[in-house]
């Protein structure tokens, strides 16, 4: 079982920017693919940023402010935000998937919140 834990979330100015963190229990190198996801209030969670083997997704609205990375030697990866707009406020969800033999695991963090206003 992978735990998730996320840090850094807050309020923050339109504009502004904020770095989340997503600690993993174990290397995220063998969990394979990580990423991050968000829900608006009423709205569904959806795809902000991933990466898979080395393969970077974003979504089109996060295109050229968001960056997500990884630290293998800390078991964490980030999320960086800038340029952050009201529409960005959303609970943010660190999510790892891992393949174990014929199996699909996936697992979620409890979520961070970002607040984007003035």
């Known amino acids: 079982q992978v735990q998730l834990v996320e840090s850094g979330g807050g309020l923050v100015q339109p504009g502004g920017s904020l770095r989340l963190s997503c600690a993993a229990s174990e290397n995220i190198f063998s969990i394979g693919s990580m990423g991050w996801y968000r829900q608006a209030p009423g709205k569904q969670r959806d795809l902000v940023a991933r990466i898979t083997s080395g393969t970077i997704k974003y979504a089109d609205s996060v295109k050229g402010r968001f960056t997500i990375s990884g630290d293998n030697a800390k078991n964490t990866v980030y999320l960086q935000m800038n340029s952050l707009k009201p529409e960005d406020t959303a609970v943010y969800y660190c999510?790892?998937?891992?393949?174990?033999?014929?199996?699909?695991?996936?697992?979620w963090g409890q979520g961070t919140q970002v607040t984007v206003s003035s």
């Open positions: 999510n790892a998937a891992k393949v174990v033999g014929p199996y699909n695991y996936e697992y």
